[in-house]
């Protein structure tokens, strides 16, 4: 294939489908070689369901040869983080406690994407659990970065973002609970998003912190992160916290007539730790929407500084709790070495799980007991009204924000492994969103001297997608950043 077909948009692919200028099984094809030629570099992958994936583009030709094309998704490759249920694949969360699992029943987003005639194809590495910021906390391997081998693609949908990258998938789903989404998609130099809180179903979707948590997607372009949100967006009564909201359609709103938008700067995103040319290639941003005629706001998020310290306090009390359930008594890890019950759990518990997820179950296990759970949990939930009561402050004036992704590019892999804090500090500007509830997107911006991508965060009002991809579109527009690729 040539190089112009794989890093194409998933829009272009799906008209050039089509106009029949190409089948789904070629175009399948063509990505499952590329991904041959690429991963031993790139380490995107966990699984690939290559029969599988091809048995489904054959039935999208054998549909669009009848007249029955399911709309702009069907045919288009669509790999899926680790995750997120896809009943008969593997379901690993990147930890060795689920090496072994499968999946028996589809999640929402998955049934959606097979509806819309997608082809799920692959299965994608991250961080054990989606807990981390470089996917080095995977059990299985670490995935590097196309754009320099060397650096990590961030996390913990690392796998999600670098399939993007590197011109393996055209779209691939990942989840997002504290920035796992967002940040990727910036230091790979794709577009990403977070949907608000209960938007997009949870139902099938393995949890880490529940109450912080949603699946969104990426691709190359808004339009194509537009067409991914369309499918998987929407009420199901089997997650309790989905919201029934209407569904706009996402991509006729992009077309719509540039607007004068309100944007907030809030400066408390801009303070010290942030890396000069992420500064300059925000600030570069900031002032193309100067020039369209927007209106350019210093806003206020006071309570910003204490995001880490709260997410850190309610995302473990959480994680302590959904991974209870991993006891090696029924579908997890069990070790071998257990001579009874309790040694059952605790061996289990100790052998199946990684370093960082034992850190934060324990974490999380001290915060919710008795005698500390007035102190951190409680407290820490109160700060989490307030930062929500900031953004929704801030709305009253703007129609979105602006900040940097993360505060640096792409770190080197390695670097930071050993050093939880700083690793926590990668998300320092994505965490308050999850907090908030509120949507964000991360759009390329730029590149640093060292030809790492740069991202520009778009933080929206609760249910404006709509609204945060049309700010993104403006930009991506008139800029070419999303149409450099890396060197593999
Ligand atoms: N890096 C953050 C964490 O480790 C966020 C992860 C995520 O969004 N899943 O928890």
């Known amino acids: 294939m040539s190089e112009s077909l794989f890093y194409k948009s998933a829009t272009e692919l799906s008209s050039l489908l089509q106009s029949g200028a190409l089948s789904s099984v070629e175009l399948t094809r063509a990505f499952i070689e ?165 938007l997009v179903s949870r139902y099938g979707m393995v949890a880490y912190a529940s109450s912080l948590e949603q699946i969104g997607p990426f691709g190359r372009t808004v339009a194509d992160v537009a067409m991914l949100l369309q499918a998987i967006a929407g009420h199901d009564r089997r997650d309790s916290t989905s919201y029934k909201v209407d569904i706009p359609d996402y991509t006729a709103a992009l077309q719509a007539p540039a607007k004068k938008w309100r944007l907030g700067i809030p400066k408390e995103y801009f303070a010290e730790g942030l890396d000069p040319e992420v500064r300059q ?95 951190y949990y409680l407290r820490a939930q109160k700060v989490r009204t307030l930062i929500r009561d900031d953004f929704m402050k801030a709305y009253e004036q703007v129609d979105a924000i602006l900040t940097p992704t993360s505060p640096t590019p792409a770190f080197k892999l390695g670097e930071r492994k050993e050093d939880p804090l700083s690793m926590y500090l990668a998300d320092i500007y994505t965490i308050s969103a999850n907090l908030a509830g509120i949507p964000g997107i991360s759009i390329p911006c730029g590149f640093s001297s060292e030809n790492l991508p740069l991202g520009l965060q778009i933080l929206g009002k609760p249910y404006d997608e709509a609204g945060i991809m049309a700010v993104a579109h403006a930009f991506e527009q008139a800029h070419d950043f999303h149409k450099r690729y890396p060197s593999l």
Request: include cysteine; proline fraction near 5%; glycine fraction near 10%.
């Open 281 to 375: 290639a925000v600030r570069n941003a900031i002032e193309f929407y100067r020039a369209q005629g927007c209106e350019i706001v210093d806003v206020s998020l006071p309570h910003a500084e204490l995001a880490i310290p709260v997410y850190y306090i309610i995302a473990t009390a959480e994680a302590s709790s959904n991974l209870a359930r991993f006891d090696g008594v029924r579908y997890s890890y069990r070790s071998p070495n257990a001579t009874d019950v309790v040694s059952l759990y605790s061996k289990s518990r100790g052998e199946g799980f990684g370093s960082e997820v034992k850190r934060r179950i324990i974490l999380g296990t001290y915060v919710l007991s008795s005698g500390y759970y007035d102190a």
């Open 34 to 198: 590329r991904t041959q030629a690429v991963e031993p570099s790139v380490k995107a992958f966990l699984q690939q369901n290559v029969e599988e994936a091809l048995a489904m583009a054959s039935e999208s030709d054998f549909r669009r040869s009848r007249g029955q094309s399911l709309g702009p998704l069907d045919g288009i490759p669509v790999a899926i983080k680790d995750v997120i249920s896809v009943k008969g694949a593997s379901l690993s969360c990147g930890s060795r406690m689920l090496s072994h699992f499968v999946s028996p029943y589809d999640a929402h987003a998955a049934e959606l994407l097979k509806a819309a005639g997608a082809v799920l194809w692959g299965r994608l590495n991250m961080d054990e659990f989606a807990m981390g910021s470089s996917t080095e906390n995977s059990a299985f391997q670490t995935t590097s970065n196309p754009w320099n081998t060397d650096c990590i693609p961030g996390g913990s949908s690392g796998g999600s973002a670098a399939a993007v990258a590197a011109g393996e998938s055209p779209l691939t789903l990942g989840t997002d609970t504290g920035g796992s989404i967002r940040q990727p998609a910036a230091l790979c130099g794709v577009v990403g998003l977070k949907p608000t809180y209960g």
